[in-house]
C-alpha cells in the first residue's frame, strides 16, 4: 500500500516531535478520503511520557464525533520516539490494537508510516503530495 501525505503533515508531525523532545508526541491522523492532509495533535496522557504515549481519549471521542458529522475522518495516529528510529518498539507492539489504522512515527528525524494489522506491523510505501 501506498500512503499519500502531504509535506506540510510530514513536517508538523516532526514540528510536534521536536517541541515535546524528550517526551513522546502523539495525535491523530486525519484522513480527506484519499491523502493524510492534516493532524490533531493531542496531550500525551500517558504516565511515563518519555518512553510511552496514550492519546487523550476526550480528542479522540471529539475527533470521530466530528467525522460522523462530515469532518476529516481518523485513519490513524502518529507520535514520536524521542530516542529511537522511526520504527514500532516493543512497546508499540504489545500496545496495538491490530486494527489496521496507520502508524506514522518520528524518530531520529524522519517519520515512516506503518499498518497495524493482526500479524504486527507492516512497512508502507510513502508518496508525498502537495495538493
Known amino acids: 500500500m501506498i ?3 502531504t509535506s506540510a503533515v510530514l513536517e508538523r508531525i516532526l514540528a510536534e516531535a521536536a517541541a515535546a523532545h524528550p517526551r513522546e508526541c502523539c ?3 486525519l484522513c480527506d478520503g484519499t ?3 492534516a493532524l490533531e495533535p493531542t496531550r500525551n496522557v500517558h504516565p511515563a511520557p518519555e518512553t510511552h ?3 487523550d481519549p476526550r480528542a479522540l471521542i471529539d475527533a470521530h464525533r466530528a467525522a460522523r458529522a462530515g469532518g476529516p475522518q481518523v485513519m490513524g495516529y ?3 520516539h524521542p530516542r529511537g528510529p522511526a520504527e514500532p518498539s516493543a512497546t508499540d507492539r504489545a500496545m496495538a490494537a491490530g486494527d489496521r489504522r496507520v502508524w506514522a512515527i518520528a524518530g531520529e528525524g524522519e517519520v515512516r508510516f506503518w499498518r497495524d494489522d493482526e500479524a504486527g506491523f507492516e512497512p508502507l510505501s510513502l508518496r508525498v503530495i502537495d495538493r
Do not use: D, M, T
Open 78 to 80: 502518529y507520535h514520536s
Open 3 to 5: 500512503v499519500e501525505v
Open 53 to 55: 504515549f496514550e492519546i
Open 35 to 37: 491523502a493524510f492532509r
Open 27 to 29: 495525535g491523530l491522523l
